[in-house]
T-cell receptor, first 114, second 114 residues
Framework: AQSVTQPDIHITVSEGASLELRCNYS??????LFWYVQSPGQGLQLLLK??????LVQGIKGFEAEFKRSQSSFNLRKPSVHWSDAAEYFC????????????FGKGTKLTVNP | DAMVIQNPRYQVTQFGKPVTLSCSQT?????MYWYQQKSSQAPKLLFH???????NEADTPDNFQSRRPNTSFCFLDIRSPGLGDAAMYLC?????????????FGPGTRLLVL
């Protein structure tokens, strides 16, 4: 069964600093990969997704992520963080070939200092 | 503008007293999902409907049931809530059920069991 690991439970960065959130997955084939963001008290919003093609994916709000098959990773990046980016970020993997299931990581909570 | 609507946003119930959570969507999507998200944990899929076909996750307790009377609405029924069922319940929709489809989430209903 596929699994997703987000090694960092909580990250704190200063506003304007760069950000990288880590995500590692375990899956036999090429997975479908997603990053979702959840603001406090809100549902999840899709930032970006990857399923084929260019391994560098651009998303909303200035985020990007890079798929690295050799490292089984799909890390999320942003060059300059804004205070409004403070939220919880979830990496998820979708299964190719028929399962509707998304498997989520446990999330990384991002705090942004002024 | 709201696409996935959940009511109520907060629900307080008593131990053992049945409770129903509501989800509606304006996207006309075929698939509707219910997730349970406990504090500082990843969303966990309880079940989903593809149109009228119900798909239960193997580890979803029998205490949790769902109804989808039409395309737009889906309900989560908890027959006898226990203290361990206190959580955020997220409804999501997707156009189709392939692994790469984006899921659109509602804001969630936070359930408190007294």
């Amino acid at each position: 069964a596929q699994s997703v690991t987000q090694p960092d439970i909580h990250i704190t960065v200063s506003e304007g600093a760069s950000l990288e959130l880590r995500c590692n997955y375990s899956y036999g084939a090429t997975p479908y990969l997603f990053w979702y963001v959840q603001s406090p008290g809100q549902g999840l919003q899709l930032l970006l997704k990857y399923f084929s093609g260019d391994t560098l994916v651009q998303g909303i709000k200035g985020f990007e992520a890079e798929f690295k098959r050799s490292q089984s990773s799909f890390n999320l990046r942003k060059p300059s963080v804004h205070w409004s980016d403070a939220a919880e970020y979830f990496c998820a993997v979708g299964e190719q070939g028929g399962s509707e299931k998304l498997v989520f990581g446990k999330g990384t909570k991002l705090t942004v200092n002024p | 503008d709201a696409m996935v609507i959940q009511n109520p946003r907060y629900q307080v119930t008593q131990f053992g007293k049945p409770v129903t959570l509501s989800c509606s969507q304006t996207l006309n999507h075929n698939v509707m999902y219910w997730y349970q998200q406990k504090s500082s944990q990843a969303p966990k899929l309880l079940f989903h409907y593809y149109d009228k076909d119900f798909n239960n996750e193997a580890d979803t307790p029998d205490n949790f049931q769902s109804r989808r009377p039409n395309t737009s609405f889906c309900f989560l029924d908890i027959r006898s809530p226990g203290l361990g069922d206190a959580a955020m319940y997220l409804c999501a929709t997707s156009r189709d059920s392939t692994g790469w489809e984006t899921q659109y989430f509602g804001p969630g209903t936070r359930l408190l069991v007294l």
